[in-house]
Every structure is written in structure tokens, then in C-alpha cells.
């Protein structure tokens, strides 16, 4: 099936720097791709909505200036969240529509940790 | 508001029984639902897609059903193993290429051997 790679799978860092995740679409071109944020035991969060060429959506309350993405290819975007600080620390997930029937396909997940 | 609710409270079961999750939506009329399994520490996978006018959808020891007067879906895993232990999540959602996709809390699932 189709396959999303996310990097880094997990990252630490101080807060107030910016951080940088990287989400592919490895054997399949991906004009849209979705961020969420996940913490624990709790629902995937739509944070919003990538799209190759133009400007990402955001669900409401998410900070586009903090939380900047760019999806400059048709098989990559990327989050980076500026300016981190301990209350960004989640599991932010990427995933992109490859299936026929729209399924999505999910990257692994990156681990951010803000000290 | 669109609501997806999955049983939050975690589902234990013996090894070779049946295993039923639930999935309730309100306030929308999805045309497809999903299925995905997320292990800790990762991202979901997915599992099956039933459309609206299906009741049924089967894939080796999962089944998924679909009642849309109940606004209500049920995923089976016949036999159960140890291996199935995940939290599993439920996406209704519309029709066509352009839909976007939410999540249920999920339930997860803890398989005894």
C-alpha cells in the first residue's frame, strides 16, 4: 500500500527554538496532506489542511504564525513549529488520501519534547 | 456540532473471543466510515472503508457494519489474538476526494492471552 514517511520519528528540544517536521509520500504524489496533533489518550486533533501550491487551512484555534506549513512538492510538507515552548510537547502526525476510496495513509509520528 | 463518539473506556477480552467496538455519530450523514488501528507511539492504520449502502464489509477476521438509521457502526474481530490489542479508530465521513477527515477517541483493545 501506499506509504507516508515522517522525520524525525522524535525530537528534544529548548524552549523558545523552532522545530521542523518532514512528511513524504513515498510512491504516491499527495496534493493534500493533513497535520494532527495527538495527546495521550486523546483523539487525533486536525490541526489543518496542506495543499500543494497554496496556503494551508487551519482548524479553528490553531495558530498559523506557530504552526507553519509548507507543502511545496506534490510528495512533501512540512511543520514547523515556531518559537516552542513546553505546552506544544505531542505527537504531531501527518498523513495523506492514497487510497481509491479516499482511505488516508499515516505517517509514524513525531515525538516532540520542548524543555 | 459533528460528534463521533467510541467507547472510552478500554474493551478486555479473552484470547479467541469476539471482539465489538462501537461507533456513534450525530449531527451529520457520513457516506463512507473508516476504520484505523493505532498502536502506541504510532501512526493509525487503516483498516476497512464501508460505504452507506453497504451493511456489511468483511476482511479475513474483521467485519464492519453499517447502520446509518442508527448512526451507528460495528467492527468485529473474530478469534481475537494478543496481537490485536490497539486502540481502534472510526472516521465517518462525506463523499467523494475532498472530505476531512476526523477522528473518534478511539477504544483500545487489550486481548488476553
Known amino acids: 500500500g501506499a506509504v507516508v514517511s515522517q522525520h524525525p520519528s522524535w525530537v528534544i528540544c529548548k524552549s523558545g527554538t523552532s522545530v521542523k517536521i518532514e512528511c513524504r509520500s513515498l510512491d504516491f504524489q499527495a496534493t493534500t496532506m493533513f497535520w494532527y496533533r495527538q495527546f495521550p489518550k486523546q483523539s487525533l486533533m486536525l490541526m489543518a489542511t496542506s495543499n500543494e501550491g497554496s496556503k494551508a487551512t487551519y482548524e479553528q484555534g490553531v495558530e498559523k504564525d506557530k504552526f507553519l506549513i509548507n507543502h511545496a512538492s506534490l510528495t512533501l510538507s512540512t511543520l514547523t513549529v515556531t518559537s516552542a515552548h513546553p505546552e506544544d510537547s505531542s505527537f504531531y502526525i501527518c498523513s495523506a488520501r492514497g487510497g481509491v476510496n479516499g482511505e488516508l495513509f499515516f505517517g509514524e509520528g513525531s515525538r516532540l519534547t520542548v524543555l | 456540532s459533528q460528534k463521533i463518539e467510541q467507547n472510552s473506556e478500554a474493551l478486555n477480552i479473552q484470547e479467541g473471543k469476539t471482539a465489538t467496538l462501537t461507533c456513534n455519530y450525530t449531527n451529520y450523514s457520513p457516506a463512507y466510515l473508516q476504520w484505523y488501528r493505532q498502536d502506541p507511539g504510532r501512526g493509525p492504520v487503516f483498516l476497512l472503508l464501508?460505504?452507506?449502502?453497504?451493511k456489511e464489509k468483511r476482511k479475513e477476521r474483521l467485519k464492519v457494519t453499517f447502520d446509518t438509521t442508527l448512526k451507528q457502526s460495528l467492527f468485529h474481530i473474530t478469534a481475537s489474538q494478543p496481537a490485536d490489542s490497539a486502540t481502534y479508530l472510526c472516521?465517518?465521513?462525506?463523499?467523494?476526494?475532498?472530505?476531512?477527515?476526523?477522528f473518534g477517541r478511539g477504544t483500545s483493545l487489550i486481548v488476553h492471552p
Open positions: 464501508i460505504r452507506e449502502n453497504e
Open positions: 472516521a465517518p465521513h462525506a463523499s467523494g476526494g475532498s472530505y476531512i477527515p476526523t
